[in-house]
């Protein structure tokens, strides 16, 4: 492993947290900085193409519910020239907001990332997100 290789590791470590918390944060513009136009997702219902169809589709959730908590643990990531790949556990947390603010909506997943480095910098392309498990109500993300 090179030192190169280890400054990729840490700089897509670092984008994976700070997607984790512009989520959090509803910062939908940090996204643009860390994923390319053409990123791909699957949620489990279909996959999404496009990185702004892509935030369409987490703020059709995360916009109608109130706090949210993104924890990524457990995080490998294998860097091989201008690509790389990355594993993370990920539990989120959900909270209801007004008269849902009793319900709680939580999974325990994994993230598997694709990155490209782009004009020197380590940028999402696709993003999979497999749920091990499911506690809760949906019903904390509509109105």
């Known amino acids: 492993m090179t030192l190169e290789d280890l400054l990729a590791e840490r700089e897509i470590y670092r984008n994976l947290v700070s997607f984790a918390r512009a989520?959090?944060?509803?910062?939908?513009?940090?996204?643009d900085e860390l994923a390319i136009d053409?990123?791909?997702?699957?949620?489990g219902m279909g996959e999404i193409q496009g990185r702004s169809q892509v935030v369409a589709f987490i703020q059709s959730f995360l916009d109608n519910c109130g706090p949210t908590q993104h924890l990524l643990g457990n995080v490998i990531i294998d860097v091989s020239g201008n690509t790389a790949r990355s594993t993370a556990y990920v539990s989120d947390m959900h909270v209801g907001q007004g008269d849902k603010s009793e319900l709680t909506f939580r999974t325990l997943g994994r993230y598997s990332d694709q990155w490209v480095k782009v004009d020197g910098a380590w940028l999402m392309s696709h993003r999979v997100k497999d749920n091990g498990a499911t506690i809760g109500s949906m019903d904390v993300f509509g109105p």
């Not at 989520?23 to 996204?31: L, S």
């Not at 053409?38 to 949620?43: N, R």
């Open 23 to 31: 989520m959090d944060d509803r910062d939908w513009k940090a996204i």
């Open 38 to 43: 053409d990123l791909t997702a699957s949620f």
